[in-house]
């Protein structure tokens, strides 16, 4: 483990506070604790046949090259003695839930990124402890003590910098960027590593002649607008290493929805219409739950070839009846059969929401640069 020495200066005047947890290697580390015969082995956690993706590596995985969202195939001929073991989204859930409830115990600024990560605004402590990088380092040893399984954290005065610093010392590390550092930190680095800078945004980058954050900053902003559009503005600031962002806790809901992904492909009308009543009756429950009045219902099939599309219709009345719900979807999905080729996934979203109670930001909250 590598650690930077706290000099409590973290709190410098009029700067926050925060912290970026970050499990490691998380899927797959879950399975290494749960089973035994697979610690110290390269594991990959989803399918391995056919068009399985790698959902996460372990790091004797990742030695050999192979990285999440990577072919099933593609990972094994650069590993032969991977092995494949299948999700258990209940495990992670839990995990999840234990490491936000530590979260919480210290800051309700707490914004989830996806199960295993999370931004926390610490400016103002609830146990009064004061040093950002201090609770950082308990909030990894309560990790360990709880979940047998480590973190890494980020720690600096913004969500980009400490993002950054959470990467910087993995696995089982940790990282300061104080005030005054972190333009620094962000222009020795490569732009790859900037967070909403996905592997096509990078490419396009080194098309245009930027590779590190050095570069980036050399830009003024019209140019970065005239090829970035909205972008520009976030990555004009990170590349001197600002960022505006709050940490957001919570957001008014603006839709409700779920999906169901199938291991068979769904063909057959009569499938489909089987499929549709099953997620009316899923997404119904949630809108109840939320109690959720939308105009309109969208309707996204995922194709075995994943192109995803999507329809959608739009009432002048909030749907309040449940008769009213099933009828639109199931007028969506008669108009779209038959279905050129199979599907993997079906879904169903009210949007265009009015009132409703305040839910947990969706964890998936991307940047994007496409
Ligand atoms: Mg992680």
Not at 22 to 40: H, T
Not at 272 to 299: F, H, N, Q, S
Not at 320 to 342: C, G, H, I, N, Y
Request: aromatic share 6%.
């Amino acid at each position: 483990m590598i650690s930077v020495e706290d000099k409590d200066d973290d709190g410098a005047d009029g700067l926050r506070k925060i912290i970026h947890v970050d499990m490691d290697a998380f899927f797959a580390s879950v399975e290494q604790r749960d089973n035994p015969d697979l610690r110290g082995k390269p594991v990959a956690v989803g399918g391995s046949s056919g068009r399985g993706v790698v959902a996460a590596a372990s790091y004797e995985a990742r030695k050999f090259g192979v990285k999440s969202a990577m072919p099933s195939v593609t990972a094994k001929r650069l590993c032969p003695d991977l092995i494949f073991v299948k999700s258990r989204f209940d495990a992670y859930r839990e995990v999840s839930q234990q490491i936000r409830a530590i979260f919480r115990h210290h800051t309700d600024l707490v914004e989830p990124l996806s199960l295993d990560e999370a931004y926390l605004d610490v400016t103002e402590d609830k146990l009064g402890i004061g040093s950002a990088t201090r609770i950082a380092e308990l909030i990894r040893q309560e990790i360990r003590a709880k979940t047998r399984l480590t973190a890494s954290a980020g720690v600096s005065y913004n969500k980009f910098l400490a993002k950054l610093a959470s990467d910087q010392n993995k696995p089982d590390g940790m990282c300061v960027i104080r005030p005054g550092e972190g333009a620094d930190f962000v222009q020795s680095l490569p732009v790859r590593r900037f967070h909403g800078v996905g592997p096509k945004g990078a490419e396009k980058m080194d098309r245009l002649g930027i590779q590190t954050g050095a570069e980036l900053a050399a830009k003024d902003i019209e140019w970065l607008r005239a090829h970035f559009g909205s972008f520009a503005d976030y990555l004009y600031r990170a590349a001197r290493g600002i960022d505006l962002r709050p940490v957001r806790s919570s957001r008014i809901r603006k839709s409700v929805g779920g999906e169901r992904t199938f291991s068979r492909d769904l063909s057959s009308g009569s499938e489909l219409r089987e499929t549709l009543e099953d997620i009316i009756d899923i997404v119904w429950g949630y809108i109840e739950r939320a109690e959720a009045k939308g105009r309109t219902v969208t309707l996204k099939m995922k194709y075995i070839d994943f192109q995803i599309f999507s329809r959608a219709k739009t009432v002048d009345q909030p749907i309040t009846d449940r008769a009213q719900f099933e009828a639109l979807s199931r007028q969506l999905l008669e108009e779209v059969l038959p279905l050129p080729m199979p599907i993997r996934l079906m879904g169903l979203t009210l949007s265009k929401l009015e009132g409703g109670k305040e839910e947990p930001r969706r964890p998936d909250a991307q940047l994007s640069l496409l």
